[in-house]
């Protein structure tokens, strides 16, 4: 029976390297096996299957719910639709991190739903912070090819030794290298995943220009699909217990396929609206892990001129955005 269970491996992973590696087919687990409710009362929800929960926010508070283990490297993925309608200063959080257990000096992997007037689309922050470097932040802003509030879709968080992956529907975004001069700001401690929805009215629109409205309320932001696929550490012994097949998994997924890196070029291209590596008010000396490719720079000063170290230029009128379509890698994108 191992050595069949390790064939199937075998044979999983052999085909993700060939076809550009897939995020299916992962085990999930249920809500009462593998999570605890963090805050919020009544506005988190578990259904009757135990593998689907329903975050609500409304006038008297937000909802969230952590891992009952902390892990350290694995794939952690879940499916969410997120609220409709006008939405501007909702958050939702779907992120690692040991700030609990590490106060001055914790590590996090951030995604961050951004929510947005009536019309606007809602928007994807993605943050990494390793060793309490809180003052560095290294976030990365997009929109989707989608529209997150019409159906469930997939955001998965890869995390190894030596990579930090985002992928949204099986499509690395955003990827993340260790390099030696990054130091401690590379997330390396155990860290628990978190999954939350609040009221970001501060920050989270347009710099907090536009506020949570709860004439609209209540916000209710569902997930399934919830995937803890990774290496528990021991409470006792603070040791990760990482069995064979996550391991293997964790390696492969980490090595993105030529076919996945021309979508995620593409994704970046079309998607991108920020990213800290060309913030010249921020950061007047690139970040040490910064590739800087000039013609991304060039675009990105589109849509902050100021904050991009250009000036303001006018926008030519006229018809200039294409439907969305499938993320299949293609230039219709």
Not at 81 to 107: I, Q, R, W
Not at 201 to 214: I, M, R
Request: net charge neutral.
């Amino acid at each position: 029976m191992e050595t069949l269970s390790r064939l199937l491996v075998f044979i999983s992973l052999f085909s993700g390297l060939v076809s550009g590696f897939t995020l299916q087919n992962l085990p999930i687990t249920s809500f009462e096996e593998s999570y605890t409710q963090l805050f919020g009362d009544k506005n988190l929800f578990v259904h009757k299957d135990g593998k689907s929960v329903r975050l609500t926010l409304d006038e008297r508070t937000g909802s969230g719910f952590v891992s009952n283990d902390l892990y350290l490297h694995g794939l952690f993925s879940a499916s969410i639709k997120l609220p409709s309608d006008y939405s501007a200063g909702v958050v939702v959080a779907f992120y690692m991190s040991n700030g609990d257990t590490y106060e001055k000096n914790h590590d996090e992997i951030d995604f961050e739903f951004l929510g947005n007037i009536r019309g606007r689309e809602w928007r994807i922050q993605t943050n990494i912070y390793g060793n309490g470097s809180t003052h560095l932040g290294r976030e990365e802003r997009c929109n989707l090819w989608f529209d997150p509030t019409e159906d469930y879709h997939q955001y998965s968080i890869l995390w190894s030794d030596s990579h930090i992956i985002f992928y949204v529907d099986n499509v690395p975004i955003r990827e993340v290298k260790r390099t030696s001069s990054m130091g401690g700001d590379f997330p390396s401690k155990p860290m628990s995943l978190y999954t939350t929805i609040w009221d970001g009215s501060k920050w989270a629109t347009y710099g907090g220009k536009y506020g949570v409205n709860y004439k609209y309320a209540p916000y209710i932001a569902r997930f399934s699909d919830l995937v803890l696929h990774g290496c528990p550490v021991d409470p006792m012994s603070q040791f990760p217990k990482c069995d064979e097949g996550a391991t293997e998994y964790i390696r492969a997924a980490q090595e993105i396929s030529p076919s996945q890196r021309a979508k995620m070029e593409v994704f970046r291209r079309k998607h991108m609206t920020y990213s800290y590596c060309y913030d010249r008010t921020r950061y007047k000396v690139y970040l040490p892990e910064c590739v800087v490719n000039p013609a991304e720079a060039q675009r990105l000063r589109v849509y902050d001129p100021v904050t991009f170290g250009g000036t303001p230029r006018r926008r030519r009128s006229g018809k200039h955005r294409s439907k969305r379509s499938r993320m299949d890698g293609t230039e219709s994108i």
